[in-house]
């Protein structure tokens, strides 16, 4: 079962727009909460990351909102670009070395 | 900078082959890890390893092994690959702690007719 669930699947967005996915998780352990940038033909990297002990972390255009009570954290991308577009993946790390990951969010930035 | 590699981009082999995949990072990280990357699924762990020739099993290690018998190097093997073993393979890296930032490698496409 997934553990991380993140939505939507895919998503439009034009230039200068707001782009907001969501994640959502059962598993109250879960301790840190990164979000990761995927380019075509490239493998993840991270985006930023939010401890569950804060509400909101924001770095530049970017900002991850977290919910503790509903489980929930979501990325906002400010000022969406075309350069943006990307896979997002969402991931909540359980204890050292386990990570879990969402199915991924393909972001698509129209000039 | 930080650097994983993995030895192939692409390949394609036959049902039943003996399949290696090969991961090397730069930074002397403790931990490495071997993922697949499917559509609608996301990430899954198939292994990590935390030193020299330890390792544990992830999500899904059914099919797969794992050789770690150098700090730097990290290799997955298909014993005898299924076509349901078609997918990206990506290997990440990171520090002791674990929770810190993972680096991943470019993948490794594999196709398996």
């Known amino acids: 079962q997934q553990q991380v669930k993140q939505s939507p699947q895919s998503l439009i967005v034009q230039k200068g727009g707001i782009s907001i996915i969501n994640c959502a998780y059962e598993n109250t352990a879960f301790d840190y909460f990164p979000w990761y940038q995927q380019f075509p033909g490239k493998g993840p990297a991270l985006l930023i990351a939010?401890?569950?002990?804060?509400s909101e972390k924001k770095e530049g255009r970017f900002t991850i909102s977290f919910n503790k009570s509903a489980k929930q954290f979501s990325l906002h991308i400010m000022d969406s670009q075309p350069g943006d577009s990307a896979t997002y993946f969402c991931?909540?790390?359980?204890?050292?070395?386990?990570?879990?990951f969402g199915t991924g969010t393909s972001l698509t930035v129209i000039p | 900078d930080v650097k994983v590699t993995q030895s192939s981009r692409y390949l394609v082999k036959r049902t039943g082959e003996k399949v290696f995949l090969e991961c090397v990072q730069d930074?002397?990280?403790?931990?490495m890890f071997w993922y697949r990357q499917d559509p609608g699924l996301g990430l899954r762990l198939i292994y990590f390893?935390?030193?020299?020739?330890?390792?544990e099993k992830g999500d899904i290690p059914e099919g797969y092994s794992v050789s770690r018998e150098k700090k730097e190097r990290f290799s997955l093997i298909l014993e005898s690959a299924s076509t349901n073993q078609t997918s990206m393979y990506l290997c990440a890296s990171n520090v002791p702690g674990g929770q810190e930032t993972q680096y991943f490698g470019p993948g490794t496409r594999l196709l398996v007719l």
């Open positions: 939010i401890r569950p002990d804060v």
């Open positions: 930074m002397d990280h403790e931990n």
């Open positions: 991931a909540a790390s359980l204890r050292p070395n386990q990570f879990y």
């Open positions: 390893s935390y030193d020299v020739k330890m390792k």
